[in-house]
């Protein structure tokens, strides 16, 4: 599972999540877009729909990628936890094959999340090394941090780039840059 606000998605999430797949042996990963993440706010006149939709153009023709709803789908605030328990019931083949992929900066937040005990015993979290942020001697207990590549390159930065009309197509798939560019999205 690779959870976030994807707002929008970009190159490096590509990168962290085909890294991951790789080094970790996946069949499948699903992209999970929060519909209203509890810990963060959603910037930018952009709906849950065009988040949704940006995952799904930037992982289309990827079969081991899939875009889960499941979050969508349901009221807010998005918890993870919810997601978890939903998910392995929903497939309890996969019962103890479930990895939750973030950031190592959001890794160091992991403390404050709900539930965050109960979430441990059902998935295990890998962390991925995000470029600046300190290294793994610094993560909580029970995450397992991957080396996998990833770019220096933020939503919160593309955002800010679009802004201030300066370029963003190298860091956005050229499908979720149409997008954007059509939507007149961060402007």
Known sequence: MLGGTFNPVHRGHLLLAEGALKHLGLDELLWIPAHLPPHKEVEGKVTPEDRARMVELAIEGRPPFRLSRIELDRPPPSYTIDT???LRRERPEADNAWFFL???????ELGTWRDIER??????FIAVPRPGSAGTGSLPAGVREIPVQTLDVSSSEIRRRIREGLPVRDEVPEPVFRYMEEKGLYR
């Not at 979430?119 to 295990?124: E, P, S």
């Open 84 to 86: 978890v328990e939903l």
């Open 102 to 108: 973030i950031g190592s900066d959001t890794a160091r």
């Open 119 to 124: 979430l441990k015993a059902l998935v295990q």
